[in-house]
């Protein structure tokens, strides 16, 4: 599976980004797909995940905030930044989860300033 992330920026407190990250195949083929971010200095840690079937989660510092998505006709799978913060700044990396195979998508930079 191959992914491409984009929509990244620099944005103020407040504001809003949406991302989007395309597939090799269906994204609805996979079992998994999740947005997954990193800051400087900090370990990847989970934002959204679909388990398609399943269900949604969402780390609690983005509850209420972001929303999680999937596309069937642009065949996308999408995370909805609202009321970003300062620390919601990090590279974001959409993931497809297949069993034991993790598969990543190259990252994109989001930057909010306050």
């Known amino acids: 599976v191959q992914l491409q992330a984009s929509g990244g920026g620099l944005v103020q407190a407040g504001e809003s980004l949406r991302l989007s990250c395309t597939a090799s195949?269906?994204?609805?083929?996979?079992?998994?797909v999740a947005w997954y971010r990193q800051a400087p200095g900090k370990q990847r840690e989970l934002v959204a995940s679909?388990?398609?079937?399943?269900?949604?989660d969402y780390a609690d510092s983005v509850k209420g905030r972001f929303t999680i998505s999937t596309d069937k006709v642009k065949n996308t799978l999408d995370l909805q930044m609202n009321n970003l913060r300062p620390e919601d700044t990090a590279v974001y990396y959409c993931n497809a989860q297949r069993g034991h195979l993790y598969y990543w998508g190259q990252g994109t930079q989001v930057t909010v300033s306050s």
């Open positions: 195949g269906s994204i609805h083929a996979i079992p998994v």
């Open positions: 679909i388990r398609h079937g399943f269900g949604i």
